[in-house]
């Protein structure tokens, strides 16, 4: 009998052997794989970390940034990977200890999942490493800013048409009274990618160009001419206008203000002397003669809508010289006024611009 219970206490004692060591050979296991994942994980925040760094020397090589901005940006992103590694580590400490103390029932299977921060920037979200699931830490790029912006286009002052070796006493057309107006959007790109000293600026606008005769005349339309002729009776009022739609285009050269955070580079105009060359084309979409006039005592208002002969196709040259938003603006036709014309005439406008 006493035989029986010491090799019966012997083959207990046995299995208990053998079941505690395979359960520590689970735990170490287990435990030797999580200090592996340690070792990933500060492999894997150095290496992005030193691509990081790489990135930011290359933009300072391409005159990007200076030489302070980018050993801020290189000691941020020393920190931000350093807190990883930290975190990290923290987590599977925190897991090997909860192991070493409960047992493997506690963490539940080897498809249990933990969310840490690694610079593996090949793995993307929901990516098993080492048995735990990667919420990644992307690298976040500069970006700059949009190379594309617009504006509202509006423009008026002094309008004229003049004659080749026409003096100014000899004008068809008052100086004060004879008026231009512009409505537009306008966008404008930034040529080169890292500087803003050249813009090249395009848009579409509404123009109306408005002549008023000087004396007691008005417009004629006699076949394919068109010229002033003396009213029958005192006007009070003669005005020609005519309304164009156009598309200009100009090159835009000035300096601008560059404000760098780690987020973004913004270019500003604002406050700045600008100077735009350039043109535009387009198509006339009405023409018009507005008379006022007394005839047997009554007040009569006549709007004549026609042909008059004038340009259908519209095109010439302007430039704008300005500080910030306002500009001077002036802008020739070089198509004429009329077609057909025996003496040709050439509109003319001068005024202030506002890129609002």
């Avoid at 990977?81 to 493997?104: F, K, S, T």
């Avoid at 000087?214 to 009070?236: H, K, S």
Wanted: with cysteine.
């Amino acid at each position: 009998m006493k035989t029986l219970v010491t090799i019966a206490t012997i083959v207990a004692m046995t299995c208990i052997a053998q079941f505690l060591g395979a359960q520590e050979t689970i735990d170490n296991t287990k435990i030797g794989r999580l200090k592996q994942q340690k070792e990933q994980i500060i492999t894997a925040e150095k290496e992005a970390l030193k691509e990081e760094v790489e990135s930011i020397n290359k933009r300072l090589e391409n005159n990007e940034i200076t030489k302070a901005e980018a050993q801020k940006l290189k000691e941020e992103a020393a920190k931000v990977h350093a807190l990883n590694i930290e975190n990290g580590l923290a987590i599977l400490d925190n897991r090997i200890a909860l192991l070493e103390r409960n047992g493997d029932e506690f963490l539940g299977t080897d498809t249990e999942k933990l969310e840490i921060g690694l610079g593996a920037k090949d793995l993307e979200d929901g990516d098993i490493l080492f048995g735990i699931q990667i919420k990644n830490v992307k690298e976040k790029e500069i970006k700059y800013d949009r190379r594309t912006t617009s504006d509202l286009v509006v423009a008026f002052g002094l309008n004229n048409a003049i004659a080749e070796d026409q003096s100014l006493d000899d004008l068809d057309y008052r100086i004060a009274g004879s008026r231009f107006f512009e409505l537009g959007w306008a966008w404008k790109t930034r040529v080169f990618k890292n500087t803003n000293f050249l813009r090249f600026k395009y848009g579409i606008s509404y123009v109306s160009n408005g002549l008023k005769p000087t004396g007691n005349r008005y417009f004629v339309e006699n076949g394919n001419q068109t010229n002033l002729e003396e009213f029958p009776v005192e006007l009070d009022k003669s005005k020609f206008r005519m309304d164009n739609i156009v598309v200009p285009v100009h090159f835009e050269f000035g300096p601008s203000r560059v404000k760098e955070t780690e987020k973004s580079i913004r270019y500003y105009t604002a406050r700045k002397f600008r100077i735009g060359i350039g043109g535009y084309v387009g198509a006339n979409i009405s023409t018009r003669q507005k008379l006022k006039f007394k005839e047997n005592g009554d007040k009569v208002k006549d709007k004549i809508k026609r042909d008059y002969n004038t340009s259908d196709l519209i095109y010439g040259v302007s430039s704008y010289l300005g500080f910030g938003d306002m500009s001077f603006y002036l802008k020739y036709d070089i198509s004429p006024v009329f077609r057909n014309a025996e003496i040709e005439q050439n509109n003319v406008s001068l005024g202030l611009r506002f890129d609002l």
